[in-house]
Structure formats: C-alpha cells, structure tokens
T-cell receptor
C-alpha cells in the first residue's frame, strides 16, 4: 500500500537558517511527488512537484526538493528561512491514474524564531 | 494552474441539521473529484472519490449515508453532511484532477470549516 512518512512532527529553525524537511514514501509504481504548505485555517498551496526528469525540482518561495529513488525520499529544502515560512508542510505521493488520489504524510509543523 | 472553489468557506449549524458543501472546478472539467477531511493539527484523510455520473467510492470507515456525495456535472461535486453532530466538526477539503497536458495533477479547494453546535 502507498504511504508517506514525515518523520519530524515539529521543527524549529532560526530565521535565516537553512531548512530540510524529510519525506519518505512507499509506492509500488513510479511515484508522482508533491510538497504542499498550509497556513493555519487555510487551504493547501502547492510548493513543488516531481513527475519525471531532473530529480532536483525548484518550487515557489525559494523551496526545492530532490527525488532520490534509491532512498525513496523527496526531502524539501530552503537555504534561508523567513519568518513567513512558519506553517504546516505536507508531502504527498500519487500516480498518473485517473481515480487514484494523493496520499498525504502526517505533516511537519515549522516554527521560525528570530 | 487550474482553480477549484468551495462554498461555503465557513459554516456553523445546529446539531441535527444537514449541511451541503459545494466543490467546483472553475476552468476545467473534472471527471474525478476527491473529498478529504482534516482534523485540527492533523493530516488530510481521504473520505471518498467522486466520479461524474456514478456513485462515489467511500474509504473504509466513512459512512456513506452520513456523507452524501453527488457529482452531477463535470464541474460540480457536492458533499452533504446529514444530521450533523459536533463530532462532524472539521475542515473539509475537496480536490479535482485536471487531465489536461497529460499530467494528472490534483488541485485543491480552499476548504470549508464546519462547526456543529
């Protein structure tokens, strides 16, 4: 069965510091991988996605993620965190099939301190 | 990217009443829509897959008579929470799959906050 693991429930970083959020997946086929961000009381915003090709993908707000098939990972990174990045981050996996929904990880809450 | 809207964004109702939530794909046709539920500080849990013109497929543990889903057109799916109770209070998010361009990306609505008193 498909599953997504985000090992870190909560991470706190200082503003300006680098960030890496971990995501591991279990999937029987070639996965499509996504990172979403959610601010309190808001919907999901897509940060970036990987379908195929270059394994390092760039997203919005200065985020990037690297797909590593050998490690079944799709970690999210940002070189310098801003206070406005504080939010909940969700990794999700899916496939190119009409009726297959995305499967989400449990999320990682990011706090940013001065 | 494609746009998915939800209405209402927030609803408060009395226990025992029914509430209907609409999910629309604004600039594309969606043969498949998904309904998720999110509890506070929790992840999104898939409730059901809604297919245009056919019955929805519910996930295990989701009461289909409690959460009625109708997908009558290619741009509209509705979720009706029947005889709502306080434990149904949650954040409900719909999404629709856009098949254009060969990449079947799933787009999410802004969510509906349901509070049952």
């Amino acid at each position: 069965a498909q599953s997504v693991t985000q090992p870190d429930i909560h991470i706190t970083v200082s503003e300006g510091a680098s960030l890496e959020l971990r995501c591991n997946y279990s999937y029987g086929a070639t996965p499509y991988l996504f990172w979403y961000v959610q601010s309190p009381g808001q919907g999901l915003q897509l940060l970036l996605k990987y379908f195929s090709g270059d394994t390092l993908v760039q997203g919005i707000k200065g985020f990037e993620a690297e797909f590593k098939r050998s490690q079944s990972s799709f970690n999210l990174r940002k070189p310098s965190v801003h206070w406005s990045d504080a939010a909940e981050y969700f990794c999700a996996v899916g496939r190119n099939s009409g009726n297959t929904p995305l499967v989400f990880g449990k999320g990682t809450r990011l706090s940013v301190i001065a | 990217g494609a746009v998915v809207s939800q209405h209402p964004s927030r609803v408060i109702c009395k226990s025992g009443t029914s509430v209907k939530i609409e999910c629309r794909s604004l600039d594309f046709q969606a043969t498949t829509m998904f309904w998720y539920r999110q509890f506070p500080k929790k992840s999104l849990m898939l409730m059901a897959t809604s297919n245009e013109g056919s019955k929805a497929t519910y996930e295990q543990g989701v009461e289909k008579d409690k959460f009625l889903i109708n997908h009558a057109s290619l741009t509209l799916s509705t979720l009706t929470v029947t005889s709502a109770h306080p434990e149904d209070s949650s954040f409900y998010i719909c999404s629709a799959r856009d098949f254009r361009g060969g990449q079947h990306e799933q787009f999410f609505g802004p969510g509906t906050r349901l509070t049952v008193l």
